[in-house]
């Protein structure tokens, strides 16, 4: 074997570097390809990176390209069904919108699909839209009033048609009520859903048999507060003695449960049809729908969650004023559940309207008054101060039971709103023992008002819940505004008796209160913007209340403040 020389290899090891050079050269360079094609060429394709299919000596790739596009088309046109109810899915537009989900089956904490849950959910899907077909072909007249609104019912055994529903519901998942609850309300707000009824079986040997819940989105959510928000059981569980996850059984299962479905059903057309008219702005109606309910629904067990027909019932009774319906329905629902916390919410906000129309029953109202005030049924209010006193305190006790009971209810959420409405519960019964005179028990009472609303304002983040915040925070200035009221009083009695200090403490408080009423309700109108979408809770809390009492509080400290630069 030959050996290369010394200068040999020298010489490669020269063109190795030169080589290496000038690659690093060319990184700065553009490609350049040059060709030469002859007359007559064809298929000639001269560059880089050119896809080109040539079959036969001819260029087919706009053909692969267009079967390509066609492909893509038919996929899309078969795909798009399955993702339009992700970007886009269709709104129920009836005047009271009812989704019925699925009823799974709960059994070792998970939720699972059910063929029986399913066909029971069919089942009561099937009676209510009967119900409903049946009075509207009738055009029926339920003691003078008019003919039903449009409620609108969805289920996943309708059929997906174009520009109605393209939802599927599918069961509640969840193995707690407030899981379940939070899918409920998911779907509500996806759907424009005011009502959602769920359900699940329960393979619990104790309690073995169909659980059905509801959800409700009430529009008065975002008005004021309303009792009925939320989730709630539908009665007990409707019991069944056979193995209700045996396919062998689940026939027998069935024809045990349906019956006791079906009641419940009648008792959720009901409902339905009050709310219809609720939400129309037509509580007389409401009320008079669900007083002939009570009647039709006789054979309903007291036991088997009867207490919610007298909860609605009771609510429609507050909203007409029929204080003493509104009682008896409260009353009733609590003898027949004393646990039952959305009761005693009902009672407590009875009590205290009829203790707050006290103090505008037997005057004229001036325009502003009339344009912000309802009158109506004003003669059913405490006819005297020592009455209203009493509805206030009654008030009290009942909400403060409910306050007790709210975190172990059904649905726990409620909280906050039942130390709200407690607030402003207090706040009356300040305003009542103020009219009194009696000025100590007139401050225990609203420094328990200014305890609750500040425990409310505080699970009620502005941007999550402006409307609630917004309450609270009027709830506050008023009864801040009481409290300056009392420290005036405090400044004159001092005044008197000669009590120089005294007298300028209390002035300087009531300078202090003022300041943080004018806080309050500039909290309020701060959340103008974000509720523009809720008219009636901008007129009543933002133009009727924030906006006009804090220009008179600011007026009253400008005025104290003015007095003690004279001084």
């Known amino acids: 074997m030959s050996e290369k020389s010394p200068e040999s290899n020298g010489q490669e090891k020269q063109n190795w570097l030169l080589r290496q050079w000038q690659r690093v050269r060319d990184i700065a360079k553009r490609d350049v390809i040059i060709a030469q094609v002859g007359e007559g060429a064809q298929n000639v394709a001269v560059g880089k990176n050119i896809f080109q299919l040539n079959v036969g000596g001819r260029n087919i790739t ?66 209510l839209a009967s119900q409903y077909a049946t009075i509207k072909a009738a055009a029926s007249d339920y003691s003078s009033r008019t003919p039903v609104n449009d409620v609108l019912i969805w289920h996943d055994t309708m059929p997906a048609t174009r520009g109605e529903k393209n939802v599927y519901f599918g069961v509640m998942d969840g193995a707690t009520p407030q899981e379940r609850a939070d899918a409920a309300a998911a779907l509500a707000k996806r759907i424009n859903a005011n009502i959602v009824i769920y359900g699940y079986l329960t393979t619990d040997s104790s309690t073995e048999g169909l659980v059905l819940e509801f959800y409700f989105d009430s529009p008065a959510i975002a008005e004021e507060p309303d009792a009925a928000m939320g989730s709630q059981q539908m009665g007990a569980t409707i019991a069944a003695d056979v193995p209700l996850d045996d396919p062998s059984t689940a026939s027998m299962a069935k024809l045990q449960i349906v019956p006791a479905l079906s009641l419940r059903s009648g008792a959720v057309f009901w409902l339905t049809q009050a709310l219809s008219y609720d939400f129309a702005n037509q509580p007389e109606v409401a009320l008079q729908i669900l007083q002939e309910a009570e009647l039709q629904l006789a054979e309903w067990p007291d036991a088997d969650g009867k207490e919610i027909l007298y909860f609605f019932l009771g609510r429609a009774a507050l909203f007409s004023r029929e204080f003493e319906e509104a009682i008896r329905a409260g009353e009733t629902a609590i003898a027949i559940n004393p646990d039952y916390v959305n009761a005693y919410i009902l009672l407590g906000l009875t009590y205290m309207d009829r203790a707050q129309l006290h103090f505008v029953r037997g005057r004229e109202l001036t325009p502003e008054e009339a344009a912000c005030t309802s009158a109506k049924n004003v003669e059913q209010s405490a006819e005297t101060l020592e009455g209203a006193v009493a509805d206030a305190e009654q008030s009290v006790a009942y909400l403060e039971r409910a306050a007790r009971l709210a975190p172990t209810s059904f649905w726990p959420p409620i909280e906050p709103s039942v130390h709200m409405n407690l607030g402003l519960a207090y706040r009356v019964l300040g305003l009542a023992r103020i009219f009194e005179q009696e000025y100590d028990p007139a401050g225990e009472a609203l420094a328990s008002a200014a305890t609750q609303l500040s425990s409310a304002l505080a699970a009620f983040p502005v941007e999550k819940s402006p409307q609630y915040f917004a309450w609270s925070q009027m709830g506050l200035g008023l009864t801040y505004r009481l409290q300056a009221h009392l420290s005036s009083v405090d400044e004159l009695l001092a005044t008197e008796a000669g009590q120089t200090a005294e007298a300028a403490a209390a002035k300087a408080r009531t300078v202090a209160l003022l300041g943080d009423t004018i806080n309050a309700y500039q909290a309020c109108i701060d959340q103008k913007e974000v509720t523009r979408g809720f008219p009636v809770f901008q007129k009543k809390v933002l133009e009727c209340s924030c906006v006009p009492y804090r220009e008179s509080a600011e007026t009253a400290q400008k005025t104290l403040l003015e007095e003690g630069k004279k001084e």
């Open 62 to 127: 706009p053909y692969v390209l267009m079967i390509a596009l066609t492909l893509l088309i038919i996929v899309g046109y078969f795909l798009y069904p399955l993702a339009e109810p992700i970007w886009n899915p269709w709104q129920m537009r009836g005047s009271l919108n009812i989704a019925v989900a699925d009823f799974g089956i709960l059994s070792d904490g998970q939720m699972k699909r059910s063929d029986l849950g399913s066909d029971l959910s069919a089942s009561m899907y099937e009676e």
